[in-house]
């Protein structure tokens, strides 16, 4: 027999259920394999006493989401185990010697399969029934990798299933047909399936778009703002089509000299026009903003004011709930070498407990740390909602 493990958490007083991603795709599950379920956090201690109960396992199958998760499991791991999910591929790149096997890439790569499923398994079902809590949310992979893979800020390996800075995306073979897989769960009021992807790509885009979906169930996909993603939306007119749907834009910025400086490779423009033909659409937006910049000056304060009014221009149409902000963070560097393009003033720091991120080091009193303000003040004086943490020069 075979073990599953899966990691969960529950948040706000017990009203959201959050499952990470498990093997839910290519799986052939056996009638004696067990699906065992974990809160973040858990001792090993405590796993082990699970494990036990069932002698004669040969595999126990892991998916981590964050390196954060690996000390649950570490002092149990050995030749029978088999760690995967999101946290694996920066355990390679890291070169994290474990006594186990670890799978960067996909399931059906690991299991020797020609070609990636389209067939899901809600084994997760089980516990959202068992635990009865009313809003559920769920990561749904559907596929790896960033056809863009540029930003410098990026942390390239964590997002590629090979470990390599490509580019090729490693998509499962009909996103729509995945899409019209999903329904709500039983005894939970809201069902939301995080379609895990850093970047969806065009095709696959469209193919989400196009399938009969089931609109009780939120669907959230991140984006990036480039024109071919701009070209995908225009070809729809119908104002429903993205009912249920929460786009998630890395905008990181809406001065398009920090976008430049950052190789994001998509514009402001666009990233206004995109928002605009997704409201329209019925769709809700998240704008994710990146904090802490190292090159700030004037010119990209000016710009975000700039930005600012042509985005609150396009919103005020709209419902206010379907536009907001969130803080993606302050700008960690993934590398000596990315950071060093802008400053030699900056202190490494260890991230997700797993990994160094570099994080420069600007005075409270510098311009640059003045000009971060300008623009934090600017985002939360916009009267467009904020989630997330506070920008770090509010502080
Ligand atoms: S588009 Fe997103 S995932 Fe792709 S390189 Fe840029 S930040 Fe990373």
Redo the contacts with the bound molecule.
């Keep these: 027999m075979n073990v599953y493990i899966t990691f969960f958490s529950k948040r706000d007083n017990n009203k959201f259920l959050h499952i990470d991603n498990g093997f839910s795709f290519g799986r052939e599950k056996k009638k004696e394999d067990v699906d065992l379920f974990f809160h973040q956090g858990r001792e090993p201690a405590y796993i082990e006493r699970h494990l036990k109960k069932y002698p004669s396992i040969d595999r126990i199958f892991c998916s981590l989401s964050y390196g954060s998760q690996l000390a649950s499991i570490k002092p149990l791991l050995a030749d029978n185990w088999v760690v995967g999910g999101p946290a694996a591929a920066r355990l390679v790149t890291t070169g994290t010697e474990l006594p186990c096997t670890v799978v960067s890439g996909s399931f059906e790569e690991y299991l020797g399969k020609d070609a990636l499923d389209s067939d899901f398994d809600p084994y997760f079902s089980v516990l959202a029934k068992v635990l009865r809590i009313p809003h559920l949310f769920c990561n749904c992979s559907v596929g790896k990798g960033?056809?863009?893979?540029?930003?410098k800020?990026?942390?390239?390996p964590y997002?590629d299933s090979k470990c390599e800075r490509t580019g090729k995306v490693n998509m499962r073979p009909n996103v729509g047909a995945i899409v019209e897989q999903l329904h709500p769960m039983e005894g939970c009021k809201t069902t939301s399936f995080h379609l895990s992807i850093?970047?969806m790509p065009p095709k696959a885009l469209a193919e989400m778009l196009n399938a009969k979906r089931d609109k009780r169930v939120w669907l959230t996909i991140?984006l990036?703002a480039d024109n071919s993603i701009l070209q995908v939306f225009k070809k729809y007119n119908d104002s429903s089509i993205c009912e249920g749907i929460l786009f998630s834009i890395?905008c990181?910025s809406l001065s398009q000299s920090a976008l430049e400086k950052l190789g994001?490779?998509s514009t402001v423009d666009d990233t206004l026009e995109l928002t605009r033909l997704i409201l329209k659409r019925g769709g809700s937006v998240v704008l994710g903003i990146m904090d802490h910049y190292v090159f700030s000056d004037r010119q990209m304060v000016n710009e975000y004011l700039e930005s600012l009014e042509k985005l609150k221009g396009i919103v005020k149409k709209y419902p206010k709930h379907r536009v907001k902000f969130t803080n993606n963070g302050v700008t960690h560097w993934p590398t000596r070498e990315a950071i060093s393009e802008f400053t030699d003033d900056f202190t490494a720091a260890k991230y997700d407990n797993q990994y160094e991120r570099y994080l420069a080091n600007i005075p409270e009193e510098s311009e640059t740390f003045k000009c971060n303000k300008d623009i934090s003040l600017a985002l939360v004086n916009s009267g467009i909602n904020q989630f997330g943490a506070t920008f770090v020069s509010l502080l």
Aim: aromatic residues 32%; charged residues 25%; proline residues 5%.
């Design positions: 960033c056809y863009w893979s540029k930003c800020f990026c942390d390239y997002y850093p970047a991140f990036r890395g990181e994001k490779g």
